[in-house]
Antibody
Framework: EVQLLESGGGLVHPGGSLRLSCAASGFTFSRYAMSWVRQAPGKGLEWVSTISGSGVTPYYADSVKGRFIISRDNSKNTLYVRMSSLKAEDTAVYYC??????????????WGQGTLVTVSS | DIQMTQSPSSLSASVGDRVTITCRASQSIGSSLNWFQQKPGKAPKLLIYGASSLQSGVPSRFSGSGSGTDFTLTISSLQPEDFASYCCQQIYSTPPTFGQGTKVEIK
């Protein structure tokens, strides 16, 4: 059974930093691209970032480019995102998502339950 | 970026009702569309991929149709566990984008 468990959320001041983790199990982690998707309170889902299975190729939404860094440790089956220069508009539930077998990195078939990040003074 | 517009934003329905949710893309996306179900505090769940293919384990009362710019998610007979939010996602081009969601509430 595929399981994705996010952690690391919390309250952070504007301009601060935070690192989220997503522990994966139930599939061969290194074979699949992984992504972060967020949902601000009362809003729709917004794609944040994706990383290839090897970890070589990252992709970022314009809204986080230059501030967020996605990475993965295939030996630990864990996905990360380092978030810096955080803004109030980064407040959201952050989900990690696994890519499907289709080969399209943005085709998500499993999601975690999310971790809440609140950026506030 | 491709904009995805869902309608309605919310609806009230009764158990056993047929429910239809639509999603419109701002440009043609072929069949590169997925539908997800969201419940509060739970992981989003993939229901339909490729506009009309049922994800493994999803009840057959869920179906998807459409191509190009107009898509539909249909629940043939609403069940108590189906009261949730539903959203569409295009995977045709980067960045992938989502509809704003449709909340299905109990009448």
């Amino acid at each position: 059974e595929v399981q994705l468990l996010e952690s690391g959320g919390g309250l952070v001041h504007p301009g601060g930093s935070l690192r989220l983790s997503c522990a994966a199990s139930g599939f061969t982690f290194s074979r699949y691209a992984m992504s972060w998707v967020r949902q601000a309170p009362g809003k729709g889902l917004e794609w944040v970032s994706t990383i290839s299975g090897s970890g070589v190729t990252p992709y970022y939404a314009d809204s986080v480019k230059g501030r967020f860094i996605i990475s993965r440790d295939n030996s630990k089956n864990t996905l990360y995102v380092r978030m810096s220069s955080l803004k109030a508009e980064d407040t959201a539930v952050y989900y990690c998502a696994k890519s499907a077998d289709s080969g399209n990195y943005f085709d998500f078939d499993y999601w975690g339950q999310g971790t809440l990040v609140t950026v506030s003074s | 970026d491709i904009q995805m517009t869902q309608s309605p934003s919310s609806l009230s329905a009764s158990v056993g009702d047929r429910v239809t949710i639509t999603c419109r893309a701002s440009q043609s996306i072929g069949s590169s569309l997925n539908w997800f179900q969201q419940k509060p505090g739970k992981a989003p769940k993939l229901l339909i991929y490729g506009a009309s293919s049922l994800q493994s384990g999803v009840p057959s009362r869920f179906s998807g149709s459409g191509s190009g710019t107009d898509f539909t998610l249909t629940i043939s007979s609403l069940q108590p566990e189906d009261f949730a939010s539903y959203c569409c996602q295009q995977i045709y081009s980067t960045p992938p984008t989502f509809g704003q969601g449709t909340k299905v509430e109990i009448k």
